[in-house]
């Protein structure tokens, strides 16, 4: 089933205006994201691609050009789920309380949040946890929980920013995996940010790479590695490697340029 609705991304650019001069965030962005696809997103450090997403959450303004998001008119879910890199959950909270945070907003009733959280939570692994509190879990559960959040408050898109990045390589490796079988039964327009090109292949229909600062798009790689995705499998394959190499030889000028303007500054 898949999920109705589309990003239009419109010559958007970002200046953020700062003392002592503006910053050139991004310049000249346009691109239609297909309802359904999981989209990824990768660049050198200070590209802008923070910047790209809080201005699709609706967080951050751009400087020019346009977002449009076609949604299904008044089915009263939220435009956007963002799960960010830091753990975000409440720590006054239980997991399930965590989870059905979003339902409870939009006035759910408590048994129907309750049961939709209940169904996550056990996507996620964590049933045994459901009335623990954020202290009692380790910090890839805590990201599991923040996962379940998002897919539980069933937004039109989700954003995530680099979600697993501060994950060791077991649990992400789990995460990864989890939020593929989930993205694969709710098949939900998703836009990913990654340092990883392992991930960003592993999860995403395409890639983005982005130039080093000011960000614009330098090329979109269409990932034509078959699904459902099987992380451990797919990573063995001659295509994987092959399209390493493409978005690794695309990304590996941007970087360096990256690195000698963080030298100049
Ligand atoms: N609020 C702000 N005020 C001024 N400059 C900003 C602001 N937010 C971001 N920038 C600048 O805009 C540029 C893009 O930042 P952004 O965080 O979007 O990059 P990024 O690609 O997500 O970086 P990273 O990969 O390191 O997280 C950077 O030069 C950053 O310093």
Redesign the pocket.
Known sequence: MACGTGIKIRNVN?T???RGGS?D??RGISLDIGAGEFFCIV????????????ILAGL?DSSGGRVIINTANGNGRPLNSMVFQEQSVFPWMTVRNNVAYGLRLRGIGKKERLAVADRYIRMIGLTGFADAYPHQLSGGMKQRVSVARAFANDPEILLM??PFGALDEQNRILLQQELLRIWEESRKTTVF?T?SIDEALCLGDRVMV?TA???RIKKIVDIDLPRPRDIAAIRTTLRYNQLFQTIWLTLRDEVLKGKEIELAH
């Open positions: 970002k953020f205006i700062a910053v965030a991004l660049g050198p450090s200070g590209c802008g691609k923070t910047t790209l997403l809080r951050e920013d680099e940010i340092h982005m600062h000011p960000g």
